[in-house]
């Protein structure tokens, strides 16, 4: 396993793995047991990121969430993890209500929501401190300033109840606008940002649950320009490897890689991967973990099995013109 620090400040800053492993599954549509296993199985391998959600997983069983956050705190008890391993989860995106489907009533981002579902996700987790605390997803429509989030968020790391800050999902203007609000006022600010990003370029244009706009989610040149001019900010890339998209029949890419450059950057994918005898998931994420901008790519697994093919992918280097073959395919 490789390591990477995360954050600027040396009094908060964490060394993590390349990779992080996703619980949004655990405790619901994944099995204690199993999640157990899985978790176990990274840990040895050497991975110290783990990621949740105050939300993971409502939409399962009908509930408001909590489940995932709850296994890890068991898991955590039960190996006796303490601060060895860096669990990052997220507050804002809870429904208010318990639902079965993807919920527009959700709890936001006003200071007390932040206080409170922050305290709550303390105890699920079973932690005096949370080490990476994210803010879901801006809710468009939102009420709530922009300057209470962002005195709220910093609220809690200044009393020593979070260590580092992030944000997930949200447009690329109103991070910054967020980060400048923080700089002015000589406040904690986001230092960690969480998108849907891969290998294969995805239509930003697509209109989702919180925005008619585009896809607030996905990761687009207005965002990868940003991160290049501000390189102390950490990208975690979830759903790099498409729920077996690249790889499984049964898995279709939808209508977000319905264009011409797809099958290009796919023909590019295969070859790489036929030259270093890694599988295609395996050439996806190390093109995240080793490019221009280095990326924390964000795993699932419903299995150890299927943790192990991701596992060996941080291990694997690729050359200078293999990643160039890939980065020109269009």
Do not use: C
Request: overall charge negative.
């Amino acid at each position: 396993m490789r390591y990477r620090m995360i954050g600027s400040d040396p009094k908060t800053r964490r060394q993590v793995s390349v990779l992080s492993l996703g619980a949004m599954l655990f405790g619901t549509a994944i099995d204690e047991a199993t999640s157990y296993a899985i978790l176990d199985r990274f840990v040895e391998a050497g991975g110290t990121f783990l990621d949740t959600a105050n939300n993971y997983a409502y939409w399962v069983n009908g509930t408001q969430g909590g489940e995932s956050e709850a296994l890890l705190g068991r898991w955590r008890r039960s190996r006796d993890i303490t601060d060895e391993i860096v669990i990052a989860t997220k507050l804002g995106g809870r429904p208010n209500v318990p639902s079965s489907a993807l919920s527009h009533d959700l709890e936001g981002l006003s200071a007390r929501v932040i206080r409170e579902s922050s305290e709550r996700s303390r105890e699920r987790l079973g932690v005096d401190k949370l080490d990476l605390l994210y803010a879901h997803a801006y809710l468009e429509g939102s009420k709530v300033p922009l300057e209470e989030t962002v005195e709220g968020f910093a609220g809690l790391v200044e009393e020593g109840a979070v260590g580092l800050l992030g944000a997930s999902n949200h447009w690329t203007w109103r991070l910054e606008r967020a980060r400048n609000l923080a700089a002015a006022a000589g406040l904690p600010g986001y230092e960690v940002v969480q998108y849907h990003h891969t290998y294969l370029r995805q239509r930003t244009d697509l209109p989702t649950l919180r925005s008619q706009d585009g896809n607030l989610g996905v990761v687009g040149g207005d965002l990868l320009s940003y991160l290049r001019a501000e390189p102390e900010l950490t990208l975690v890339a979830y759903s790099p490897l498409l729920s077996g998209g690249y790889v499984r029949d049964d898995k279709p890419l939808g209508v977000a890689f319905d264009h011409a450059g797809t099958p290009q950057r796919l023909a590019a994918l295969r070859e790489v991967a036929h030259e270093t005898g890694a599988t295609v998931n395996q050439v996806v994420l190390a093109w995240l973990i080793g490019g221009e901008i280095p990326m924390i790519p964000l795993i699932g697994a419903s299995s150890v099995e299927q943790l192990e093919e991701s596992l060996a992918a941080a291990d694997l280097e690729l050359t200078a013109e293999q990643r160039a073959k890939l980065d020109a395919a269009y």
